[in-house]
């Protein structure tokens, strides 16, 4: 073998055996012990692959090589989000079609990844682009629609002007886009496809309390589907009593303080409620709030409204009660209308105070009574007054006690809401699969018949969305025009596209089962491989693409198509990596191109540098300092290698070391702790230096330890040592577990001679080690009283002596 390590030849030796001996490639078929690892699919920018990348896949990839020396079949295949708003966008900045564009740039990702060593299928590939996968991208949506789960409705929507389509709200950031800061987003009322994932609110919520995700992402879904309980309550209209406005609370208890309703601008009663004195400031204020955007809206601090003229009935007080519309209430969420209770909520205590509108106190705290007076609104704990043959009860226990008295009346019923709201799928743009739906003024809404898909994408001259808010598609006579599939007359094509999100919401199941061109999944494969072993990704997903796999999984499911309703039996976060204590971006000009690092050092060093710099699921700072010591250590792992004598016999203390560093390489990688699993190498291979010299038994533990890392080196290195056959065909080392225990001394330290504390440190612990732990015992540390310490003893496995 060579004298020195050079990474740039052995990295691509072994990336082109890799590839010709199909080393990762995996036999879906049949393979006996499936492990199912996975990394969230890239989508290809031009400006290829980034630093978090760079961190995200090696350490699903040293998981997954992990799991394949423990004797697994590992899976672990990549693909390319190449759909999408962020690749259309790219490509109009560089005049250029989608089309053409993404080809070159998913050529370009691959050549990276590839130089990144992971241990990828790329015979299972998935490119969302490619008519082989959105064919069953169309036919998940009609699946939908046969059930009921997609669905079209008028909604109010976020509007991007610049980027002339609809926006999540998660997109919208103070009020402006998210790609677009200084573009104020609009609202505007659409028709769209809908799917209705509130209909599984509940059972997404409950399966967070077993399934196996990092506590961060379960949390932000739980925050994300907003679940409250609470009651509906029915406000008769004055003027009308037979009709009535259905209002969401989740404080049925404070009825009799309702003073007043508040229904948001564009609920559909508005224009008639308003009465002929109120209906030209109603309509002004109505055309001011559609313009602003609906995350906005939620934030408003000053209080704007008007009143409509119209009133309604208190179903518990039977009063007139004023009906205002004010833009803090949003037609999105519950009904549109809420019964405001100025004593016991504070915003609708700031406007009752700015309009001038009652405030009556229906709870008082400890020592209050029903007149006592409020300086703000009250929302503790108390009981009721001024609520009739209530008073005097708990909160709680009103809660429960005033609805079933309003039930008994029929005004009302208890219920349980959800923040959550339904999934926009329509997208104003060309870059997506479109949606297989057909209009037909005979027949109505016919759904593309699924012999029919896929509906191609057209190739289209001007791809450009525009300010009417209709799908580039809408220009395309040929592409819309289409005989209806059920009477045959001419029928218009839906023209929107699908939502992104939809593609990446299956794009794990589909991976098995990419050589299936006649269906979506194989049933076999599926049942093989599915769900998935280990995710992870990035905790800026938790809430969309997280929340939407886990929608159509169990919509599938639920339609027979799987038999698991959770897609991944563990998902783990992980970090993200910043710059020299700041996050990256092209502004402050300290992003870190990998392909700069691979070049310099190679794969292994990058790898095993970015897992050095953090716990893995923290995330860490990069600084380039640090990337010499990594290499002086892998430089020093291929010395011992070369160096090693096959007749020499490992000492007792480096077999304990060895033993106690694969317990503990093994239990961190299970927890994918990848920073202490590397310095637990680093500190073995000290060992070796102190105790050595090493067995052929050490020197191939810590080569097998090491492969997951650096798997190229490991590879060459292992291949030096006679073996034919890659290192990932061998096995995790074993360790012994009466040869982990550690042999403690009780030591006895002594400040200025005078016995002060006694320590435990491990028998052969160094001469530092021990004064460190002396000085940081407590009874020791009191006596020392930051005193600077002039002189020491220290006899080995048995006194420390301070003088101060
Ligand atoms: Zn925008
Ligand atoms: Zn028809
Ligand atoms: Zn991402």
């Known amino acids: 073998m060579d004298e020195r390590y050079d990474p740039a030849v052995i990295e691509a030796k072994w990336q082109r055996l890799w590839r010709e001996r199909r080393t990762n490639t995996v036999d879906v078929r049949a393979v006996q012990r499936p492990y199912y690892t996975l990394m969230m699919f890239p989508y290809p920018s031009a400006e290829g692959l980034h630093v978090g990348h760079a961190f995200a896949f090696p350490g699903v990839d040293i998981h997954g090589r992990f799991r394949r020396l423990q004797g697994f079949d590992v899976f672990e295949p990549i693909g390319f989000d190449a759909f999408g708003i962020h690749s259309e966008n790219y490509a109009l900045k560089l005049g250029k079609n989608p089309k053409q564009l993404i080809p070159t740039t998913i050529e370009n990702f691959r050549r990276q990844l590839n130089r990144l060593g992971l241990m990828v299928d790329w ?225 609708d205590f700031d406007f009752a105070q700015v309009f001038d509108l009652p405030i009556i106190r229906v709870i008082a705290a400890e020592g209050e009574t029903a007149d006592t007076p409020l300086a703000a609104a009250y929302d503790g704990d108390g009981r009721l007054v001024n609520s009739a043959h209530f008073n005097g009860t708990e909160v709680e226990a009103a809660k429960h006690a005033i609805t079933e008295w309003l039930a008994s009346r029929g005004a009302g019923q208890a219920r349980v809401e959800y923040r959550l709201h339904d999934w926009c799928i329509s997208r104003q743009r060309y870059w997506g699969p479109p949606i297989p739906m057909i209009y037909c ?34 220009r395309v006579r040929s592409f819309y025009e289409v005989a209806c599939p059920q009477c045959g007359h001419m029928a218009r094509r839906e023209t929107d596209v699908s939502d992104t999100f939809l593609d990446s919401a299956w794009y794990f199941l589909r991976y098995p089962s990419t050589a299936r061109h006649d269906v979506a999944l194989d049933p076999e494969l599926t049942r093989k491989w599915l769900p998935v072993d280990t995710y992870i990704g990035g ?76 716990p893995y699921q923290d995330g860490g700072d990069f600084r380039d300092e640090g990337i010499a010591g990594t290499r002086r250590f892998l430089d020093g792992v291929w010395r011992l290698v070369r160096e090693h004598d096959a007749s020499a016999r490992a000492s007792e203390a480096l077999l304990r070391a060895t033993h106690r560093a694969i317990r503990k390489i093994q239990d961190d990688l299970e927890q994918l702790h990848y920073n202490t699993a590397i310095a637990a190498l680093m500190t073995l291979s000290n060992d070796i230096k102190r105790w050595g010299p090493p067995d052929t038994w050490v020197i191939e533990a810590l080569l097998l330890m090491l492969a997951p890392f650096a798997p190229h080196i490991a590879e060459e290195l292992w291949e030096a040592r006679g073996h034919t056959t890659s290192i990932f065909a061998a096995r995790w080392p074993q360790f012994d577990a009466a040869l982990t225990i550690e042999e403690r001394a009780v030591i006895v330290v002594q400040v200025n001679g005078k016995v002060r504390g006694r320590i435990e440190v491990p028998r052969d612990a160094s001469e530092e080690s021990v004064l460190a732990a002396a000085q940081a015992d407590a009874a020791v540390k009191a006596q020392i009283d930051g005193k600077p310490i002039r002189r020491h003893v220290v006899v080995p496995g048995r006194l420390v002596n301070l003088v101060v």
Request: proline fraction near 5%; glycine fraction near 6%; charged fraction near 25%.
């Open 441 to 474: 003024e005979q027949c109505g809404i016919v759904p593309v018949p699924e012999s029919d898909l896929p509906v191609m994408l057209p190739d289209i001259e001007d791809f450009r969305p525009n300010a009417s808010g209709v799908a580039p598609l809408a």
């Open 123 to 347: 015979e299972h590939v998935v490119d969302t682009t490619s008519p082989d996968y959105y064919r069953w991208t169309q036919w998940i949506f009609l699946q939908l629609y046969k059930n009921g789960l997609a669905v079209r409705k008028k909604a109010p929507v976020n509007w991007c002007p610049v980027c002339q389509t609809v926006l999540a709200n998660e997109q919208v950031i103070d009020g402006e886009c998210e790609r677009h800061a200084g573009t104020q987003v609009e609202q505007r009322l659409t028709e769209q496809w809908f799917f209705t994932i509130t209909k599984y609110a509940e059972r997404l919520l409950k399966n967070l309390d077993w399934i196996d995700w990092s506590e961060t992402t379960k949390t932000a879904q739980r925050n994300w589907i907003g679940r409250s309980e609470g009651a509906e309550i029915d406000f008769p209209l004055a003027a009308a009593p037979e009709k009535t406005i259905r209002v969401f609370t989740t404080r049925p208890d404070t009825v009799f303080g309702a003073a007043y309703m508040v229904m948001a601008p564009e609920h559909a009663w508005v224009d008639e409620l308003a009465t002929a004195e109120h209906r030209r400031a109603v309509a002004a204020y109505r055309e001011r709030v559609a313009k602003m955007d609906l995350v906005s809206r939620r934030a408003v601090k000053e209080k704007t409204g008007v009143f409509t003229g119209a009133y309604a009935i208190n179903p518990a007080t039977q009063t007139r009660i004023p009906i205002w519309i004010a833009d803090y209430v949003l037609a999105e969420y519950g009904t549109g209308a809420v019964m405001a209770v100025p004593a016991h909520d504070q915003r």
């Open 539 to 614: 905790n800026e997903h938790a809430v969309l693409h997280l929340m939407y796999s886990r929608f159509i999984t169990m919509a599938l499911h639920d339609l027979g198509f799987l038999d698991f309703e959770e897609p991944f039996k563990r998902f783990r976060a992980h970090g993200l990596i910043i710059k020299d204590g700041a996050k990256m971006s092209k502004s402050r000009g300290n992003v870190v191109n990998p392909d700069q690092y691979l070049d310099q050092h190679g794969a292994d060093v990058f790898r095993m540098y970015m897992m050095f710099l953090g």
